[in-house]
């Protein structure tokens, strides 16, 4: 079975840092997507990046960077110079190739909160 | 502007009861899904669709059923609720297609089984 793993609950840091938000995955298959979803206190899952298994260059949206490692099955979020904007439910989510409409797997999440 | 629309923001019902959770989307989307999400566990698929009157069991269909009779409506029904049904419920819909298309999804549903 795939599992998506976020081990921090929680993370804190002051307006303008940059935080790295971690996730590690778990799958047999060589062929799939990543992906971290955004939701605010409004509750509207928001799509933040996405990444191809068979890219070896990791995405970037803006202020947001992957640290995507495939054979260790890790797919960090970085944000840099973060708003107050930025505070929401952060879910890293994984897709296998296969045939149908996508699955996707999510972790448990991360709340981040970004003090001003 | 692109919309998922779930009828009720917060709910409450009583053990026993059937409870219809309705979700309508304006993008004339094939693909339609019901996730369950809970405190530490994240999100779990309950069922998808990806077409009209086509239904696929996700990870978590215990007691859970769903309804696809139009492209745009998917209804999730809860035959007799109970209490560990309790949970935050989203509704997310998505274009056929490659499988890096994203989810589009709703505000979410509070339903407190009492």
């Known amino acids: 079975a795939q599992t998506v793993t976020q081990s921090q609950p929680e993370m804190s840091v002051q307006e303008a840092e940059t935080v790295t938000l971690s996730c590690t995955y778990d799958?047999?298959?060589?062929?799939?997507?990543l992906f971290w979803y955004k939701q605010p206190p409004s509750r509207q899952m928001i799509l933040v990046i996405r990444?191809?298994?068979?890219?070896?260059q990791n995405a970037t949206e803006n202020r947001f960077s992957v640290n995507f490692q495939k054979a260790a099955k890790s797919f960090s979020l970085k944000i840099s110079d973060s708003q107050l904007g930025d505070t929401a439910m952060y879910f890293c989510?994984?897709?296998?190739?296969?045939?149908?409409?996508?699955?996707?797997?999510f972790g448990q999440g991360t709340r981040l909160t970004i003090n001003p | 502007d692109v919309k998922v629309t779930q009828s009720s923001r917060y709910l409450v019902k009583r053990t026993g009861e059937k409870v219809f959770l309705e979700c309508v989307q304006d993008m004339d989307h094939e693909n339609m899904f019901w996730y369950r999400q809970d405190p530490g566990l994240g999100l779990r698929l309950i069922y998808f669709?990806?077409?009209?009157?086509?239904?696929e069991k996700g990870d978590i269909p215990e007691g859970y059923s769903v309804s696809r009779e139009k492209k745009e409506r998917f209804s999730l029904i809860l035959e007799s609720a109970s209490t560990n049904q309790t949970s935050m419920y989203l509704c997310?819909?998505?274009?056929?297609?490659?499988?890096?298309?994203?989810?589009?999804f709703g505000s979410g549903t509070q339903l407190s089984v009492l």
């Open positions: 989510a994984f897709t296998p190739l296969i045939q149908g409409a996508q699955k996707l797997v």
């Open positions: 997310a819909s998505s274009a056929e297609g490659t499988y890096n298309e994203k989810l589009f």
């Open positions: 669709s990806y077409d009209v009157k086509m239904k």
């Open positions: 990444q191809e298994a068979y890219k070896q």
């Open positions: 799958t047999s298959e060589n062929n799939y997507y």
